[in-house]
């Protein structure tokens, strides 16, 4: 087979391959845009969880003063009935001041639970409103992951159809020839024929010289790019 007709099967073949070549980076990236999104969606339920740690140390906190409180009831209790042991009317004021200080520290406690139990249902609201945010927010992040990964199974398949186009092409280009081809292929980012167009070459556009553009077109041996070794071609 003449040199030029194998040129058009190399054109015909880089068309394929620089289709592959794309196709294959492309799917390259899509394990690391599905991490992304895993990422950016874990990073959006971390407001919840912030939500969920205080309110769990709101009701730590709930029980604990609720604790205090019960030992301070039993203080007052337990000094109430010390009253009726006391001899002396000195003694018995000391104790019922006794007894009113430790009261007014229940008092205390008392409205700190109350407070406590405001900020619990204070939390409580945030926390539906971030359920439902997180809802959509997974709704979204699922829907996003599935157009991703169709994308992937969708590139499979047109790379297995862009392979059974290739082995067609192959058996008309002398083996010599393909091997010369792939090893350029290989060292230029899938790019190894290029189109001479305005005298510049079509894979680095340095400038071709005219005594180059005439041995392409004599069609005697294979011309490559001075510049980036491609193969060069003229329509």
Do not use: W
Not at 62 to 85: D, M, P, Y
Not at 159 to 166: E, F, G, H, K
Not at 178 to 193: V, W
Request: aromatic share 4%; with cysteine; hydrophobic share 35%.
């Amino acid at each position: 087979m003449d040199l030029k007709t194998q040129i058009t099967s190399l054109v015909k073949l880089q068309d394929l391959d620089s289709q592959i070549y794309a196709l294959g980076n492309e799917k390259a990236t899509k394990p690391q845009e599905i991490r992304v999104l895993e990422a950016a969606f874990e990073l959006k339920k971390q407001g919840l969880a912030e939500l969920e740690k205080k309110s769990l140390d709101l009701q730590k906190q709930r029980k604990e003063s609720e604790l205090e409180l019960a030992t301070n009831a039993e203080g007052v209790k337990k000094l109430s009935g010390q009253l009726f042991s006391l001899k002396t009317n000195k003694e018995f004021q000391a104790m019922q001041q006794q007894i009113a200080d430790v009261k007014a520290d229940g008092s205390v406690i008392e409205e700190k639970i109350l407070i406590l139990f405001e900020e619990s249902d204070k939390i409580k609201v945030q926390i539906d409103a971030e359920n439902l945010r997180l809802k959509e927010e997974e709704r979204v992040f699922l829907q996003q992951k599935k157009a991703v990964e169709l994308r992937g199974e969708e590139i499979t398949g047109r790379l297995s159809q862009l392979d059974a186009q290739r082995k067609q092409v192959i058996p008309s280009i002398d083996p010599k020839m393909l091997q010369e081809y792939e090893r350029i292929l290989h060292s230029r980012d899938g790019l190894a024929i290029v189109r001479v167009k305005d005298n510049s070459c079509g894979g680095c556009h340095m400038l071709v010289p005219p005594q180059v553009i005439n041995l392409i077109r004599m069609y005697e041996h294979i011309i490559t790019c001075e510049v980036c070794n491609r193969i060069l071609y003229i329509e």
